[in-house]
């Protein structure tokens, strides 16, 4: 049963986060012409995003980065592990990926900066990772941090890693998936999406968003398809969830395109901060819970 009680934890916590260091994170990772999944561009950007979370983590023991090598393909994705403190068995996600793509090429130089698709997600839970850090948070359950390579050709790494996760018989009580978070194209401010997640983790993130986020209104959607790495650990037997910046139809129609920058967004991260805030909360109210 999905208990809200961390609230003395949570809240000074939510204060602490600010959309500016998400927009920073959105602008850094556009910079590389593409993260596409086979070029260098898409291998430095996932090296790029495990120095820095690496950077991020220093001095915290029971903080590990790691990339994971997938092994058709040369973009790795980065794992980031703080192990629990009493309760480590028991493992917490937060998902989003790292790769990026433009439907008209595929070259070396093609450009697909993808700040909304899916910068605006790895940005988000680099500001919960930060605040957390700065808050000297430390979890009862392990949670982990996963940016995915090849999301865009066929949810390729979380494919690896939830089916990993699920022949090593790892615990995971429960994973969110942040893909884009930054264009509000609809009335609502978070659309939590019905198929290929579940539906009683679904219940329990709507409780937190109006617990934590009072004034943000909710949604409900269908992708009709596998539309994202929440899919990945659904197939693999775990309960997934899929918040998301629209209704279907409304989301960024940049998307990629070489027009899917920063800019396009508005060159704010207002509405990814709701996702942050969210998934913060998500992270410690689970992360917080003993065996
Ligand atoms: N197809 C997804 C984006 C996406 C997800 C849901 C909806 I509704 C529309 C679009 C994608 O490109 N993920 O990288
Ligand atoms: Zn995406
Ligand atoms: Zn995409």
Redesign the pocket.
């Known amino acids: 049963s999905y208990v809200i009680d961390q609230q003395s934890v949570v809240n000074p916590m939510l204060t602490q986060m600010q959309a500016s260091n998400i927009g920073q994170t959105i602008v850094d990772m556009s910079s590389y012409a593409n993260r596409y999944y086979t070029t260098n561009n898409g291998v430095n950007a996932s090296n790029w995003l495990k120095q820095r979370w690496s950077t991020m983590a220093a001095g915290r023991s029971d903080i590990a980065v790691t990339q994971f090598t997938h092994s058709a393909y040369p973009q790795k994705s980065v794992i980031l592990t703080i192990t629990g403190s009493d309760n480590p068995n028991e493992v917490v996600v937060l998902g989003g ?1 790292l790769d990026s793509i433009n439907q008209s090429g595929t070259s070396e130089t093609t450009r697909a900066p993808g700040a909304d ?2 910068a605006s997600g790895i940005a988000s839970m680099t500001e919960v990772l930060r605040v957390m850090i700065a808050s000297g948070y430390k979890p009862r359950r392990t949670i982990k941090m996963i940016g995915y390579a090849a ?2 050709v066929g949810l390729r790494g979380s494919q690896d890693i939830a089916q990993n996760h699920k022949a090593n018989n790892v615990n995971v009580v429960g994973v969110m998936q942040l ?2 978070t930054n264009y509000k194209g609809s009335v609502n401010d978070i659309y939590l ?1 019905t198929d290929y997640t579940d539906s009683a983790q679904n219940s329990f993130v709507g409780n937190l968003i109006t617990t934590y986020l009072p004034t943000l209104k909710i949604g409900y ?1 269908q ?1 009709g398809y596998a ?2 790495d929440h899919a990945s650990w659904t197939s693999a037997g775990y309960w997934s969830s899929m918040p ?1 910046e629209a ?3 409304e ?1 960024d129609p940049y ?2 395109t070489a027009n899917d920058t920063y800019a396009n967004t508005g060159s704010q991260a207002e509405h990814a901060l709701k996702f942050a805030r969210m998934a913060l909360a998500y992270a410690v109210e689970l992360g917080s819970d003993g065996a």
């Open positions: 990926h698709d899916d999301e865009e893909d884009m999406y959607d992708c539309c994202s998301f209704a279907m139809g989301d998307i990629h």
